[in-house]
C-alpha cells in the first residue's frame, strides 16, 4: 500500500470517527435539552408543593385555632342556658319570659342581679321524650 493510499484510508477513517462523534454530540444535547426540561418542571414542582405545604400548615393551625374557640363558645352557651324542669303546662301565661324574670327576680330580690339582667326564650324542646303526665322541661337563656 502506497503512502497516498495509507493517507487516505486513515483520512476516511478520521472523517468516520468525526461523524460518529458529531452525532453522540448531538445526542448528548438532546439529553441535556431533556434533563434542563426536566430540571425545570421539578423545580416549578417544588415551588409549588411548598406553597402547599405552608398552606397546609396555615390552614392546620387556623383550624386548630377555631376548634378552640367553638369548644370555648359551646361551653359558654351551656353556661348561661338554665333548664326549668316541674313547671306546669300554662302557668307561664302568655309570656314565659315574664314569668321566668317574675319568677327569677321575686326570688333573687332586684338587687343581687345584674343591671344587664334579662330572660330571652331560646327554644323549647325535651332532652328525652317525656312520660304522660310528667313535668314539661323548658330550656331558656339569656
Known sequence: MSSGAYARSQRRRLNAVAVF?????????????????????????????????????????????????LEDQEERAWRNNIRVVGVPEGVEGLSFELFMETLITDYLRPK???????????????????????????????
Open 21 to 69: 462523534v458529531a452525532l453522540l454530540r448531538a445526542d448528548l444535547n438532546k439529553v441535556l435539552e431533556r434533563v434542563t426540561t426536566a430540571e425545570t418542571y421539578i423545580t416549578g414542582l417544588q415551588s409549588t408543593s411548598k406553597k402547599f405545604e405552608d398552606q397546609v400548615r396555615s390552614l392546620t393551625a387556623e383550624h386548630g385555632q377555631l376548634a378552640v374557640r
Open 112 to 142: 343581687r342581679l345584674s343591671t344587664f339582667f334579662t330572660v330571652e326564650w331560646t327554644h323549647r324542646a325535651p332532652v328525652h321524650p317525656l312520660s304522660l303526665g310528667g313535668p314539661q322541661v323548658q330550656f331558656w337563656g339569656q
